[in-house]
């Protein structure tokens, strides 16, 4: 008989002791500011927690949605140039 090493998730009706420290450390790791140790974190926990997997995957498509919808619009040079004079007179 085989053993399944891999974690199963669970289904939990009220969140674990991890899952407000997931929460916040997952909105960090959805703007790609996380440490390599943070993105750890979130991925095994949300591999084991139905909870903070369902909130990581509303807030990932949540922002994809938005990215996908929102338009991307240069400013008009003279606003540029405007906004770089002023620095430039500030930093005098």
């Known amino acids: 008989m085989q053993s399944n090493t891999q974690p199963t998730m669970e289904t939990k009706e009220k969140p ?7 929460l916040e450390v997952l909105q960090i790791v959805l703007d790609a500011e996380a440490t390599p140790e943070e993105v750890v974190f979130v991925e095994a926990h949300i591999r084991t927690c139905e909870h903070c997997h369902d909130c990581y995957q509303v807030d990932k498509t949540i922002r994809e949605t938005i990215r996908l919808k929102i338009e991307k619009i240069s400013p008009p040079y003279e606003l540029i140039h405007l906004i770089q004079s002023k620095i430039t007179q500030i930093n005098l």
């Open 16 to 22: 674990c002791e991890d899952c407000q420290t997931c």
